[in-house]
Structures are given as C-alpha cells and as structure tokens.
C-alpha cells in the first residue's frame, strides 16, 4: 500500500500551509489563529479553497485573513562540480 501524501507529490502536488486569522465567535473583537497544511496545487489552491468554502458553510467565525505558503517537496535537484582534489588516506 502507498502512501497517500507520495503519491500526491508525485502528481506535482506541494505542501501548503495557511494561516488563518479570524474572529471569535464569543468575542468578536479578538482575533484567532489556526494554521491548516495539506498537499495542494499551486496557483489555483483547489483543496485550500475548498476548506475555505467548508469553513463558510459550517463554522461561525468570520475569517480576517489568510496568508499562504507552498513548496514543491519533490523536484528536480541541481548539483555543482567540485574543482578541486580530495584525499583520502
């Protein structure tokens, strides 16, 4: 069995975490953090925007912001030469 969250990388998916800020319910004036992270496709966000979409439906509070973060896990990597000489003994 394969793990879900590989597979999904290796279908270009990266790891996006969100910080939501938003206002309590019980005192409006106070504003709550709750920081979200799943496996997402970047620039359209289809699963961050469907919990945003969940979050209007079913929770009461009243979102202020959210601010994004994502990064490919799984990419192509890049190496360098070295010039020089290595010894061993």
Do not use: C
Request: proline fraction near 6%; charge should be negative; avoid cysteine.
């Amino acid at each position: 069995m394969s793990d879900r969250a590989f597979i999904a990388q290796l279908e270009g998916y990266g790891l996006t975490t969100a910080e939501i800020h938003y206002y309590r319910p019980d005192a409006p004036s106070l504003l709550q953090l709750f920081v979200w992270q799943e496996y997402d496709l970047a620039p359209d966000f289809p699963v961050l925007f469907d919990f945003l979409g969940y979050w209007g439906l079913e929770i009461r509070a009243a979102l202020h912001s959210v601010r994004i973060a994502h990064d490919r896990l799984i990419r192509p990597s890049e190496w360098q030469a070295a010039n020089g000489i290595i010894t061993l003994q």
